[in-house]
């Protein structure tokens, strides 16, 4: 019997501060992780006052926000909204993500989010953050231009534009130049942040990994163990400790206990996000949630999507077409075993494959046949199955209709013939979204309901707006919303 062998977890025991003999560095506010959360709180902390220090595990700042689409969730009625012709308002946003975060989702959050939401868009402007005023009306994962926005969540999707008003909110920061698959515009969103930081007096250490919390004898939280170029420092923090070092996606014990879902498949993330942060402030008696939750991408041009029908092993239809891809992911893995079929005839395959998207996306049929009854037997269906579907789908597209799932029309077309099916079994993955429960203030909460003291923490390594639901910019848009609270939290803890 082959036996495998997990890792050890690094020793994450809180060290209390009358054993440190020295510090290697101190400053009032010291953040741990140089992406979108850690760089809006230093932003933040260093224009209340306090002498800001970032100390981040890899040699540059970015983390997984620099690699990232761009997306920032925002709306109410931001200036780039209004620039391309949409009306929004903060109820409206908040009534979409009530629903769209999904069952558990905090309302008081997505309230107070929502109505932070343009100020907030201010913010990043006034930070140099670039927005093209251009919407962009194709299907896709992102804009394949320079446009500044786009919808990013099915607003206009059923069963939300029955909620509330559809509204474009994926705010992506303009990249000159941009090539797909090469350049991300999260790069656009986190260097003007770190410009700005710098600029009003962050100091940055890089190559460092934090290990332990260090606390007083009342439980404050005071600095952190950190080892870098494997040499032990401690770190001393005057004010407060935010933590913005990511999820846990990249911690198969973490995940194996917490989101076995999307356990060997991580997706959308990088391999620095392995949960550090949360255990450090577990060790503390921090309390956790939504652990369970994650975002989930299938690997398939929307554009694909959008032309065919989605079916699962029986031959079912189970999501329109035309949503958020992320809830088509999410209900593939969750509720269809991961197996997912679609199904596209030769016109929409070449319409599809002439489409404005990036060519990496796109998928050639693993079947092809003259009918649907063949096809039905290529895949291995049970014989009728995909045939009552497509026979049903046809008689309702020919009336501009779908009464099952409410498709818009503008994608309804019967299938013809040839016909062919895209593989889509196993072709999900993604990350985490559970983490150290806080306040809307940033402040890390014990177990016992109470702040822990001289802790704070944004980002991935939180559970923010989103429980079991997503729209794609929610992670950038809480992240340095509640970076920036973090930052100010922290700057104004007791010395």
């Not at 039905?376 to 497509?390: H, M, N």
Request: aromatic share 8%; net charge negative; with cysteine.
């Amino acid at each position: 019997m082959t036996m495998t062998r997990q890792m050890p977890e690094a020793d994450v025991t809180p060290v209390q501060a009358s054993s440190i003999t020295r510090w290697d560095h101190e400053a009032d506010v010291v953040i741990a992780g140089y992406g979108v959360a850690g760089a809006a709180a230093a932003v933040e902390a260093a224009r209340s006052g306090a002498d800001v220090l970032v100390v981040e595990r890899t040699g540059s700042w970015g983390g997984a926000a620099a690699m990232a689409g761009g997306f920032i969730y925002l709306g109410g009625g931001t200036g780039l909204q209004k620039a391309c012709g949409f009306d929004d308002s903060v109820d409206n946003m908040a009534a979409f993500l009530n629903v769209a975060m999904g069952p558990g989702a905090d309302a008081a959050r997505i309230a107070d989010y929502c109505a932070g939401s343009v100020a907030h868009f201010d913010w990043l402007v006034s930070c140099g953050v670039p927005f093209k005023a251009e919407f962009f009306s194709e299907p896709g994962w992102e804009p394949m231009g320079d446009q500044g926005l786009m919808y990013s969540g099915g607003e206009n999707a059923y069963p939300f534009n029955t909620i509330a008003t559809p509204a474009p909110r994926g705010h992506v920061p303009q990249m000159s130049n941009k090539k797909q698959g090469e350049a991300s515009a999260g790069y656009m969103l986190m260097k003007p942040l770190v410009e700005t930081a710098t600029a009003a007096g962050a100091r940055a250490l890089y190559d460092v990994r934090v290990q332990s919390l260090i606390v007083d004898p009342d439980g404050r939280v005071v600095g952190m163990r950190a080892r870098q170029y494997g040499t032990e420092m401690a770190i001393r923090a005057r004010r407060g400790i935010v933590l913005a070092t990511g999820s846990f996606a990249y911690n198969d014990a973490m995940v194996a206990r917490y989101a076995p879902r999307i356990a060997g498949r991580p997706a959308a993330s990088i391999e620095q996000h392995d949960g550090q942060a949360i255990r450090m402030a577990q060790a503390l008696g921090a309390d956790l949630a939504h652990m369970d939750a994650t975002e989930v991408a299938i690997f398939i041009d929307p554009q694909q999507l959008m032309r065919g029908i989605l079916v699962n092993g029986r031959g079912q239809r189970y999501v329109a077409e035309d949503t958020y891809p992320g809830r088509i992911g999410q209900l593939t893995l969750y509720h269809q075993d991961n197996t997912a079929y679609l199904i596209i005839d030769n016109d929409a395959q070449e319409e599809a494959m002439d489409s404005w998207s990036p060519k990496f996306m796109l998928r050639q049929p693993t079947w092809v046949a003259d009918n649907v009854a063949d096809l039905e037997r290529d895949i291995g269906l049970a014989p009728g199955s995909l045939q009552a579907t497509v026979a049903a789908y046809n008689e309702g597209a020919a009336r501009g209709e779908d009464p099952l799932l409410h498709k818009k029309t503008e994608w309804l077309r019967p299938i013809g013939s040839p016909i062919g099916a895209i593989d889509l079994r196993e072709n999900t993955g993604g990350f985490t979204l559970g983490g150290l429960h806080t306040t809307l203030n940033a402040e890390v909460l014990h177990v016992n309901g109470e702040p822990i003291p001289g802790l704070f923490a944004a980002g991935r390594s939180t559970a923010g707006l989103a429980a079991w639901g997503y729209a794609s910019g929610v992670s950038l848009g809480d992240g340095s919303f509640y970076g920036r609270r973090a930052g100010r939290a922290a700057a104004s803890a007791r010395a």
